[in-house]
């Protein structure tokens, strides 16, 4: 089996364009779920996460550098109640926490791409259009999702205004949370 490779890009939109985005996917798409997530970075030298939502927990790793447009991804799910036994295990492990998120997510299914209109307290508003690909086709869904980002009149944002802007989070984080 190939691994899954997720594709994906995203934009800093507007508090304005957040909203347009939502009533448009709301009539155009299909609503797959609206999430409130708290997700913890670790200090790992891989992406290294753990999240609790309204459904489910989860460890997930992302190979690669954060922001790539494509990277090895792996899940794991457990019972909701486990983030607090995740978080000591990782603490146990000699992990430190980087950052703290908190998001509220609406996700929808629109011509078979996953579609998040996110706003993360202290970070802002983003856009982002996602596929799982093979390592064979990402070029491909990558492309796909180019031309739809295209159509919704909405400009990638460059990865190097992603990585200054995470890492600022990534330091003041504690003081954006109030």
Known sequence: MSPAIEVEIR????EAQYHQLLNFFQNNAILDKEDEQISYYFDSPQDLRIQKNKFHAKIWLKKGKLHDDHREEIEVIVPQNDFEKLETLFLAL?????????RTRHQFIWNEITV???YTKGYGHILELEIMSSEEKKNEALN?????????QISETPKLE???KYQYYKEHWQELMG
Do not use: A, C, P, R
């Open 116 to 118: 998040t209109v996110d």
């Open 162 to 164: 992603f990585d200054e």
């Open 94 to 102: 000699g992990y430190h926490v980087n950052i703290k998120w908190f």
């Open 144 to 152: 796909l999702l180019k031309q739809k980002m295209s159509e919704l």
């Open 11 to 14: 934009s800093f939109i507007s």
